[in-house]
Nanobody
Framework: QVQLVESGGGLVQAGGSLRLSCAAS????????MGWFRQAPGKEREFLAA????????YYADSVKGRFTISRDNAKNTVYLQMNSLQPEDTAVYYC???????????????WGKGTLVTVSS
């Protein structure tokens, strides 16, 4: 079983950066692909990025490619999302996710964190 706790959200001005962290508990963390999703008010949960168990392969949604970077540190049981050039449309609750295999659809995720709010002001 994997439990996920996000941190690092907050208020940032347009053009700014934030780094989100997701601390995972459980001895099987290093075997799980991990990902980040977000959900804006009134919208569906949206895939952002995923990373395989070793960190050697990463996947991004077109909407964040080139601006967001996912990484992981298995020694610290932590996955990160570096977010640059943030815009007001990036305002959402950001969720850490784990699944038995790389997943870009929310329905395929087996473990979710509770989310952290990111607000980008114009």
């Amino acid at each position: 079983q994997v439990q996920l706790v996000e941190s690092g959200g907050g208020l940032v001005q347009a053009g700014g950066s934030l780094r989100l962290s997701c601390a995972a508990s459980g001895r099987t963390f290093s075997s799980y692909p991990m990902g980040w999703f977000r959900q804006a008010p009134g919208k569906e949960r949206e895939f952002l990025a995923a990373i395989n168990w070793s960190g050697g392969s990463t996947y991004y949604a077109d909407s964040v490619k080139g601006r967001f970077t996912i990484s992981r540190d298995n020694a610290k049981n932590t996955v990160y999302l570096q977010m640059n050039s943030l815009q007001p449309e990036d305002t959402a609750v950001y969720y850490c996710a784990a699944a038995p295999r790389i997943a870009t659809m929310a329905a395929d995720i087996s473990h979710w964190g509770k989310g952290t709010l990111v607000t980008v002001s114009s």
